[in-house]
């Protein structure tokens, strides 16, 4: 995931992330795995609706959502229903998100927030 620069904080730069991961559950309730190039595991985020939980560098934080966790941590909030269903090859609308499943019988989706500010992309590579 990329998420561009802030318009009022441009010495912030585009943050970046890179990482293959393993997710379980749904967008009410699940898990996400994180992992480094070495196979070690990086991070490990979990939710339900009342909570969500990121566990990284012998840290624990906890968040009121999801939604309030991928803001804070990535800088964009990432839609988690879209996100499930994107991940399904469902073309599922999301405010402000532009999802392409062109490339998804080939395990690819890309998905780009265009609004608010600032933009972010992802690029996913599945793996059956």
């Not at 995931?1 to 991961?21: E, T």
């Not at 699940?30 to 196979?39: A, M, V």
């Not at 499930?84 to 073309?91: K, P, R, S, V």
Request: net charge negative; proline share 6%; aromatic share 6%.
């Amino acid at each position: 995931m990329q998420v561009d620069a802030l318009a009022d904080l441009p010495a912030s730069g585009p943050q970046s992330l890179s990482a293959s991961f393993e997710l379980s559950g749904a967008a009410q309730a699940g898990e996400l795995r994180l992992f480094t190039p070495l196979g070690n595991t990086a991070a490990v985020i979990r939710w339900t609706r009342q909570s969500a939980v990121l566990e990284a560098r012998g840290e624990t934080r906890e968040f009121d959502t999801l939604d309030t966790l991928t803001q804070k941590v990535l800088g964009a909030s990432v839609p988690a229903p879209a996100l499930f269903a994107w991940l399904g090859g469902q073309d599922l609308a999301a405010a402000g998100w532009e999802v392409d499943l062109s490339q998804f019988s080939q395990g690819m989706v890309a998905a780009k927030r265009v609004s608010p500010l600032p933009q972010a992309r992802m690029r996913l590579v599945l793996e059956p």
